[in-house]
């Protein structure tokens, strides 16, 4: 019989803990499918992040390395500077990179560290209990903003996508969504070609994923997918920030 769906090499046989509803999963399986499709899994380095998806180094069959909170652009720099024909990319929250790993980011790719970035952002501290990131948005309720996020209090979401495509280091940003089945298609092709850069030496790639959080942002699954398209996009829009051909 000819198989009609399969699992990727690069992910494990174990099964993921994520929540029912969140978008970890499909955008693992995306990263996946590229290092699949690119043929790279046996020079393939993944750097986990603190936050939900800590476990990313069972999910991914490839070498992995786990990094401090905040700190896996500048473990992921050590690595591609040591092991140069290797490709090495980070998973990283928005409370990781956006929050306690601000610096690092920057300072990645104002470096145009060849390296690539996959940027989960979900508007919230997931793993802890639904705490405010720097991305939540305008009016968001969560733990630590129960009225709802208060610019006077808290200031505005860090839109880290526009700030970072700025920095001349930057070779390519894209911002992305996992909300339907076209959305995901583009970020297929989003997530392969900040792979693909590296393999063509370009640079700093960064590919940031609006994802959903169902448990901390008290809704369904299925509400969640809307609230990214309803509410998200218009604050995040989608699209090619920055490519350096
Ligand atoms: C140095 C340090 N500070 C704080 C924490 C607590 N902590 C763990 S995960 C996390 C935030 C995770 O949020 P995010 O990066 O958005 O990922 P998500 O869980 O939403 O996928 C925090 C603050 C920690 N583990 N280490």
Known sequence: MKPVFQKPKALSETPFHYCPGCTHGI??????????????????????????????YKYFDCDMHEA?????????????????????????????????????IVHAAARNENITVIFVNNAIYGMTGGQMAPTTLIGQVTTTSP?????????FPIKMS????????AS????????????????KKAIKKAFENQVNNKGFSLVEVLSTCPTNWGLSPAESLKWVEDKMIPVYPLGVMKEVK
């Open 27 to 56: 955008i693992h399986r995306l990263v996946a499918e590229a290092i699949d499709d690119l043929n790279i899994r046996d020079k393939t380095i993944g750097v986990a992040p603190v936050g939900c998806s800590v476990f990313a």
């Open 68 to 104: 401090a909170h905040g700190r896996a652009p500048a473990v992921a720099t050590g690595i591609k500077r040591v092991l140069p024909q290797n490709i090495v990319f980070t998973y990283q929250g928005d409370g990781d990179l956006a929050s306690i790993g601000c610096a690092e």
């Open 147 to 155: 009225y709802g996020r208060d610019v006077k209090l808290a200031g």
């Open 162 to 169: 526009e700030m970072l495509y700025t920095l001349d280091g």
């Open 172 to 187: 390519y940003i894209e911002r992305v969504s996992v909300h339907d089945v076209k959305h995901i298609k583009m970020a």
